[in-house]
């Protein structure tokens, strides 16, 4: 029993082995008893080891069981009998039964099935150690079953058959982008077992024969169409989730989504194509057809494009092996019923009763008889061949009308799929509709309110203006009043002081009539006294009485004159009279304007009053609200650098944090670059500080201190990894002093950025220290960078003619010593010797040649890019400009010199006899190399259409000619000496063989352990020669550039 079964057993309740006959009980015990068995027969008949595919009606039956129980506790009790791990051919019908029931049983399948997860997973190891027939099939199908299981546990929204609308793909995702992120890397990695299995199944069949119409190929092809169903839907549903996504997230964020989606979609694209043109497939399933280029997620309306693939199986198709007889017995009826009729229009009637009643036929004989029986054989035989010939027809009609009704009815499901399609995305474009209208309602309410509350504001702004009118108008008024006001009391008081006057006048009048009463009151009794003097006299003196009346008249014409003074005194009296009453009325009335130009007066100013302090509160809540705007402006503007110096806190935390990974130590840096990032990282520093100040001057602004903050991070992070990678490349004690300083420096550098998210020490923040550590960095990158190569730069124009002139000199000074060598040679040397020192040496003499040709060329082409670039200014300025592809070109002509002079002696030393051929080939190599650096370093600036530059390519391919000359003129040396010096074992005797055997074999393996050495010595030269000429040349600072 293998390990699945062992353990399978442990489930509870299993069926045994054989299902006898029960004791009599009830009739559910009796209906369970024939249910199992009937579930045990099917599960037997479809999970076999026949190489046939399983048959549509027993996997029905275990797909109706598991709806029948509501699980899949008799399939696995079945199951668990069986010995999968024995045979892979049960194995593989066992994955696609299983399929089967995960797709279309009952839900609670999956939740049976869970347990035997681990199983599953040990089989597929165990299956996967065979590399021939179903072994690899199984192991990968048992995967993905594996796979299907976590997908549909992880998300039990979707079922098993992968069904689902839109709606529900979204609810699936509960409106959140990082759910949907994480559905869409499942559905890529279900899709990736999905066509795993397909291109594997694909890869183990011919295809260079009709594998799909053997019973063999069917077994491999049947589960592919559960698969083609899975990978339809899949393949719908992440083009959904992937426009969904780039609609909420950036689309550099997506990428390895898109690369992931585009492999996928070629694969599923070519398996389609491939299943559709199978025999197998196109009586079984519809297979849809992927659109030629995939969707582009970068521009939103192509999810209206996008065609979901629908998969279509017809009803006969899903039953191959079902299919109905009764169409070939009524063919047969109708045959026979045919040739009948046929029968009796040639014999007659009598013959269709009885066609062989000879003897009722008179006048025939036997002759006769034979002849009629030969013609009634010949017309059966035309009959049955015109009768095989019609059922044939009749067959291949009926074929053609099952096809088109396949195809129509395969039609008609896409088109119900289409229209059910459709009456979800109207049903989706209505809720959307409904959603927009109610959206468009809100917007025109918070539109309407909009309004209003602007129709307020201005009216609110129009009755301020009118109150601010009104108000200056007030004050003019109060103003115009206060003035009225001034002349009214004025008037009141020059009218007082007339009506003090008229008093006055009065006063004077009535003292003066009071005077001249009493004086005509003292005249009229002097004049009493007068005439009572003249009576007396009278009487005494008639003589005087002329005198008297003389008097008397006189004193008559005085008392006249006086009453008429006194008639004019009352007259004037009573003018006085009535000019005081005018006064007292024109004072009354001046009172009466008065008292009421001061009741205005009062009532305007407690309006006035009113107003004032209506405008005064309406200011009052304008500035409160302007001042809760600012607070608020102020608290947003606050948690926007909080969040950046959070982030950027964060970013120099990651730095400080990658120091200690093992992976950054093989990171290495040049002390120039350090200093150009320290540098970078100061400016950005000093900038810092002042949008620090400015925001400290208005707390409403943070623009310009953002970004600051930002750059600040991101140089201080590149300072310290920089500094880092420095270090490694640094003596021990500089590098430990620069590491300690990077650290000070970020830890400086988070506590300056932690300052400014608390509200109460962003005042105090200071990023002083932080460039102060900066300093010391420089200080000590100073102190690191390499003193080699430090050559003035007005001295580069002529160190670069010196060390050409010096590399023609050296190859001319390699070219005479070759003609030197050789002519020794020929002197000396006889034979096969001499043919070999002359055939390489005649060959150096030719690379000698091939690189003069080159240097020249290169003089002529940096003369060129000299003339060219350098403008109005000297060929040593231009160099000093270019200082770095100039020590390029510089290094390359040393180069170049050096490997004609090593060259010249190692063939030297093998004319001799005393070197290596090796040597001589290595040599020749460096050559080459120096020569295409030398090359690479003056067309740099050179224009791709130069002549010059065109000879210079043609010079180096002479060189490349003449290194192969080089080296298969020395191979070809050492083989002749070689086989001149070949061993002979004649003499030997078997022990002697023996044992040069034994140290040849020692040789050879010391030899190859030298070999290995010698590689892995030569591999670390290479990296340190490449480390040192980086470091000299600049080339990870020119890369960072």
């Given at each position: 029993m293998d390990r699945v079964s062992s353990s399978m057993k442990q489930v509870g309740n299993p069926l045994p082995k054989v299902l006898g006959r029960r004791a009599a009980g009830g009739g559910l015990e009796a209906e369970r008893e024939s249910f199992e068995r009937a579930q045990t027969v099917s599960i037997n008949k479809a999970i076999n080891t026949q190489e046939v595919a399983v048959k549509e009606k027993h996997a029905r039956t275990c797909i109706l069981g598991t709806h029948h129980e509501k699980g899949a506790q008799t399939f696995w009790s079945v199951v668990n009998r069986l010995p999968l791990s024995g045979?892979?051919?049960?194995?593989?019908?066992?994955?696609?039964?299983?399929?089967?029931?995960?797709?279309?049983?009952?839900?609670?399948?999956?939740?049976?099935?869970?347990?035997?997860?681990?199983?599953?997973?040990?089989?597929?190891?165990?299956?996967?150690?065979?590399?021939?027939?179903?072994?690899?099939?199984?192991?990968?199908?048992?995967?993905?079953?594996?796979?299907?299981?976590?997908?549909?546990?992880?998300?039990?929204?979707?079922?098993?058959?992968?069904?689902?609308?839109?709606?529900?793909?979204?609810?699936?995702g509960e409106s959140d982008v990082n759910n949907f992120f994480q559905l869409t890397v499942e559905m890529f990695d279900y899709l990736e077992c999905e066509l795993n299995l397909f291109q594997t199944v694909f890869s183990s069949l011919d295809m260079s024969r009709s594998v799909s119409v053997t019973a063999a190929g069917q077994c491999r092809l049947a589960p592919l169409i559960q698969v083609i169903l899975d990978c339809s839907h899949l393949y719908d549903y992440t083009v959904k989730l992937l426009f969904k996504l780039h609609s909420c997230l950036p689309a550099d964020t997506l990428q390895g989504h898109r690369d992931r989606f585009l492999e996928q979609f070629r694969k599923l694209k070519d398996l389609f194509y491939r299943s559709s043109n199978l025999q197998y497939f196109k009586r079984l399933i519809q297979i849809p057809q992927l659109p030629e280029n995939p969707p582009n997620f970068l521009r939103a309306s192509a999810l209206s494009e996008h065609i979901s693939p629908v998969v279509v199986i017809p009803a006969e198709a899903s039953s191959p092996d079902s299919e109905p007889i009764t169409d070939l017995v009524e063919m047969e009826t109708a045959s026979q019923s045919l040739f009948d009729n046929k029968f009796d229009d040639i014999f007659g009637s009598s013959f269709s009763s009885d066609p062989f009643n000879f003897n009722s036929q008179n006048g025939m004989n036997k002759d006769d008889k034979d002849r009629l029986i030969?013609?009634?054989?010949?017309?059966?035989?035309?009959?049955?061949?015109?009768?095989?010939?019609?059922?044939?027809?009749?067959?291949?009609?009926?074929?053609?009308?099952?096809?088109?009704?396949?195809?129509?009815?395969?039609?008609?499901?896409?088109?119900?799929?289409?229209?059910?399609?459709?009456?979800?995305e109207s049903e989706f474009l209505r809720t959307e509709l409904e959603e927009l209208k109610k959206q468009r309602e809100d917007t025109e309410k918070a539109q309407r309110s909009l309004t209003e509350i602007e129709r307020r504001a201005q009216a609110n702004e129009q009755r301020y203006s009118k109150l601010k009118e009104k108000y200056s108008e007030l004050v003019q008024n109060h103003a115009d009043l206060l003035r009225k006001n001034a002349e009214v009391t004025k008037q009141v008081t020059v009218a007082r002081q007339a009506q003090g006057d008229v008093e006055r006048e009065k006063k004077e009048l009535e003292d003066s009539f009071q005077r001249v009463s009493e004086q005509a009151q003292r005249k009229s009794q002097e004049q009493a006294e007068v005439l009572e003097t003249l009576k007396q006299e009278l009487a005494a003196s008639k003589q005087e009485l002329q005198v008297l009346q003389g008097t008397l008249e006189?004193?008559?014409?005085?008392?006249?004159?006086?009453?008429?003074?006194?008639?004019?005194?009352?007259?004037?009296?009573d003018?006085?009279?009535?000019?005081?009453?005018?006064?007292?009325?024109?004072?009354?009335?001046?009172?009466?304007?008065?008292?009421?130009?001061?009741?205005?007066?009062?009532?305007?100013?407690?309006?006035?009053?009113?107003?004032?302090e209506t405008l005064q509160t309406q200011l009052q809540d304008k500035e409160s609200m302007e001042r809760t705007l600012r607070r608020r402006l102020a608290e947003e503007q606050f948690a926007l650098l909080q969040g950046s110096a959070r982030e950027a806190?964060?970013?120099?935390?990651?730095?400080?944090?990658?120091?200690?990974?093992?992976?950054?130590?093989?990171?290495?840096?040049?002390?120039?670059?350090?200093?150009?990032?320290?540098?970078?990282?100061?400016?950005?520093?000093?900038?810092?500080?002042?949008?620090?100040?400015?925001?400290?001057?208005?707390?409403?602004?943070?623009?310009?201190?953002?970004?600051?903050?930002?750059?600040?991070?991101?140089?201080?992070?590149?300072?310290i990894l920089q500094g880092s990678a420095t270090s490694h490349m640094a003596p021990m004690e500089p590098a430990d002093r620069l590491l300690e300083m990077c650290k000070q420096c970020g830890s400086e550098a988070t506590s300056y950025l932690s300052s400014l998210q608390d509200l109460d020490s962003v005042e105090g923040a200071d990023c002083a220290p932080v460039t102060s550590c900066l300093s010391r960095i420089s200080a000590i990158g100073e102190e690191l960078r390499p003193r080699g190569l430090d050559v003035e730069q007005e001295e580069l124009g002529d160190l670069v003619d010196k060390e050409m002139a010096a590399t023609s000199a050296a190859i001319e000074t390699?070219?005479?010593?070759?003609?030197?060598?050789?002519?020794?040679?020929?002197?000396?040397?006889?034979?096969?010797?001499?043919?070999?020192?002359?055939?390489?040496?005649?060959?150096?003499?030719?690379?000698?040649?091939?690189?003069?040709?080159?240097?020249?060329?290169s003089k002529d082409l940096q003369r060129e890019i000299v003339e060219s670039g350098r403008g109005a200014a000297s060929p040593k300025e231009f160099y000093a400009k270019n200082s770095r592809w100039t020590e390029g070109l510089i290094s390359a002509s040393k180069a170049v010199g050096w490997g004609a002079t090593v060259m010249v002696d190692a063939a030297d030393l093998v004319v001799q006899g005393k070197g290596k051929f090796e040597e001589l080939m290595v040599c020749s190599h460096e050559i080459a190399a120096s020569t295409a650096q030398l090359v690479a370093a003056s067309k740099v600036k050179a224009d791709k259409d130069s002549a010059n530059l065109a000879k210079l390519q043609q010079a180096s391919r002479g060189v490349n000619q003449a290194t192969a000359g080089v080296v298969a003129s020395t191979k070809s040396g050492k083989s002749q000496i070689e086989?001149?010096?070949?061993?002979?074992?004649?003499?030997?005797?078997?022990?002697?063989?023996?044992?040069?055997?034994?140290?040849?074999?020692?040789?050879?393996?010391?030899?190859?352990?030298q070999l290995q050495k010698e590689r892995q010595k030569l591999g670390e030269l290479r990296k340190k020669h490449y480390e040192l000429a980086g470091v000299a040349e600049g080339w990870e600072e020119d890369a960072t550039d």
């Amino acid at each position: 029993m293998d390990r699945v079964s062992s353990s399978m057993k442990q489930v509870g309740n299993p069926l045994p082995k054989v299902l006898g006959r029960r004791a009599a009980g009830g009739g559910l015990e009796a209906e369970r008893e024939s249910f199992e068995r009937a579930q045990t027969v099917s599960i037997n008949k479809a999970i076999n080891t026949q190489e046939v595919a399983v048959k549509e009606k027993h996997a029905r039956t275990c797909i109706l069981g598991t709806h029948h129980e509501k699980g899949a506790q008799t399939f696995w009790s079945v199951v668990n009998r069986l010995p999968l791990s024995g045979n892979a051919v049960l194995c593989w019908k066992f994955c696609h039964v299983f399929h089967k029931l995960l797709r279309d049983g009952h839900s609670n399948v999956l939740k049976d099935s869970v347990r035997y997860k681990n199983e599953l997973s040990d089989m597929s190891r165990m299956w996967g150690h065979l590399s021939e027939g179903y072994g690899q099939l199984c192991s990968i199908y048992l995967k993905l079953l594996r796979t299907k299981m976590e997908f549909h546990t992880k998300n039990p929204r979707f079922p098993g058959n992968l069904q689902m609308s839109d709606r529900q793909l979204d609810e699936a995702g509960e409106s959140d982008v990082n759910n949907f992120f994480q559905l869409t890397v499942e559905m890529f990695d279900y899709l990736e077992c999905e066509l795993n299995l397909f291109q594997t199944v694909f890869s183990s069949l011919d295809m260079s024969r009709s594998v799909s119409v053997t019973a063999a190929g069917q077994c491999r092809l049947a589960p592919l169409i559960q698969v083609i169903l899975d990978c339809s839907h899949l393949y719908d549903y992440t083009v959904k989730l992937l426009f969904k996504l780039h609609s909420c997230l950036p689309a550099d964020t997506l990428q390895g989504h898109r690369d992931r989606f585009l492999e996928q979609f070629r694969k599923l694209k070519d398996l389609f194509y491939r299943s559709s043109n199978l025999q197998y497939f196109k009586r079984l399933i519809q297979i849809p057809q992927l659109p030629e280029n995939p969707p582009n997620f970068l521009r939103a309306s192509a999810l209206s494009e996008h065609i979901s693939p629908v998969v279509v199986i017809p009803a006969e198709a899903s039953s191959p092996d079902s299919e109905p007889i009764t169409d070939l017995v009524e063919m047969e009826t109708a045959s026979q019923s045919l040739f009948d009729n046929k029968f009796d229009d040639i014999f007659g009637s009598s013959f269709s009763s009885d066609p062989f009643n000879f003897n009722s036929q008179n006048g025939m004989n036997k002759d006769d008889k034979d002849r009629l029986i030969e013609q009634l054989y010949r017309e059966i035989g035309a009959l049955k061949e015109e009768l095989e010939s019609f059922k044939a027809e009749n067959e291949r009609r009926t074929l053609q009308l099952r096809g088109r009704i396949s195809e129509l009815e395969a039609e008609l499901a896409e088109q119900r799929h289409l229209k059910q399609q459709a009456l979800d995305e109207s049903e989706f474009l209505r809720t959307e509709l409904e959603e927009l209208k109610k959206q468009r309602e809100d917007t025109e309410k918070a539109q309407r309110s909009l309004t209003e509350i602007e129709r307020r504001a201005q009216a609110n702004e129009q009755r301020y203006s009118k109150l601010k009118e009104k108000y200056s108008e007030l004050v003019q008024n109060h103003a115009d009043l206060l003035r009225k006001n001034a002349e009214v009391t004025k008037q009141v008081t020059v009218a007082r002081q007339a009506q003090g006057d008229v008093e006055r006048e009065k006063k004077e009048l009535e003292d003066s009539f009071q005077r001249v009463s009493e004086q005509a009151q003292r005249k009229s009794q002097e004049q009493a006294e007068v005439l009572e003097t003249l009576k007396q006299e009278l009487a005494a003196s008639k003589q005087e009485l002329q005198v008297l009346q003389g008097t008397l008249e006189s004193s008559t014409q005085v008392g006249a004159e006086q009453s008429t003074r006194i008639a004019d005194l009352e007259q004037e009296r009573d003018s006085l009279s009535r000019a005081a009453e005018r006064h007292g009325e024109e004072m009354a009335a001046l009172r009466a304007e008065l008292q009421q130009l001061q009741d205005t007066l009062s009532s305007e100013k407690e309006s006035s009053k009113k107003e004032l302090e209506t405008l005064q509160t309406q200011l009052q809540d304008k500035e409160s609200m302007e001042r809760t705007l600012r607070r608020r402006l102020a608290e947003e503007q606050f948690a926007l650098l909080q969040g950046s110096a959070r982030e950027a806190e964060r970013m120099v935390q990651d730095a400080l944090s990658r120091l200690e990974d093992p992976a950054h130590i093989s990171c290495t840096g040049s002390a120039d670059y350090l200093l150009s990032r320290t540098l970078a990282a100061s400016e950005c520093t000093e900038r810092l500080q002042d949008a620090h100040r400015k925001y400290l001057s208005n707390r409403t602004d943070v623009s310009s201190l953002l970004p600051c903050v930002a750059l600040f991070a991101h140089l201080i992070s590149d300072t310290i990894l920089q500094g880092s990678a420095t270090s490694h490349m640094a003596p021990m004690e500089p590098a430990d002093r620069l590491l300690e300083m990077c650290k000070q420096c970020g830890s400086e550098a988070t506590s300056y950025l932690s300052s400014l998210q608390d509200l109460d020490s962003v005042e105090g923040a200071d990023c002083a220290p932080v460039t102060s550590c900066l300093s010391r960095i420089s200080a000590i990158g100073e102190e690191l960078r390499p003193r080699g190569l430090d050559v003035e730069q007005e001295e580069l124009g002529d160190l670069v003619d010196k060390e050409m002139a010096a590399t023609s000199a050296a190859i001319e000074t390699a070219a005479a010593r070759i003609e030197e060598m050789l002519s020794k040679a020929r002197a000396g040397d006889t034979g096969v010797k001499l043919e070999v020192n002359e055939r390489i040496l005649g060959s150096c003499t030719g690379l000698m040649q091939a690189i003069q040709v080159l240097v020249l060329a290169s003089k002529d082409l940096q003369r060129e890019i000299v003339e060219s670039g350098r403008g109005a200014a000297s060929p040593k300025e231009f160099y000093a400009k270019n200082s770095r592809w100039t020590e390029g070109l510089i290094s390359a002509s040393k180069a170049v010199g050096w490997g004609a002079t090593v060259m010249v002696d190692a063939a030297d030393l093998v004319v001799q006899g005393k070197g290596k051929f090796e040597e001589l080939m290595v040599c020749s190599h460096e050559i080459a190399a120096s020569t295409a650096q030398l090359v690479a370093a003056s067309k740099v600036k050179a224009d791709k259409d130069s002549a010059n530059l065109a000879k210079l390519q043609q010079a180096s391919r002479g060189v490349n000619q003449a290194t192969a000359g080089v080296v298969a003129s020395t191979k070809s040396g050492k083989s002749q000496i070689e086989e001149k010096d070949s061993m002979d074992f004649s003499s030997m005797t078997l022990t002697q063989i023996k044992r040069q055997e034994m140290d040849s074999q020692v040789r050879v393996l010391e030899l190859e352990n030298q070999l290995q050495k010698e590689r892995q010595k030569l591999g670390e030269l290479r990296k340190k020669h490449y480390e040192l000429a980086g470091v000299a040349e600049g080339w990870e600072e020119d890369a960072t550039d």
